[in-house]
């Protein structure tokens, strides 16, 4: 999707991007908070 936006902006269907980002990133901020989590329950030193 990145090069899709990069390079060819204008033929972007913007209600795909709408539900991803409505849609998936919600997901995926979950997902990268856990990883942090485990990551500093691994190092608690930080």
Known sequence: ???HLAHRY???S?????ATVDNDLPDL?????RLGQR??????DD
């Open 39 to 44: 990551l500093r329950d691994l190092d608690p």
């Open 1 to 3: 999707m990145r090069d």
């Open 29 to 33: 901020q979950r997902a990268v908070e």
């Open 10 to 12: 204008f033929d972007t």
């Open 14 to 18: 913007h209600a795909i991007l709408r």
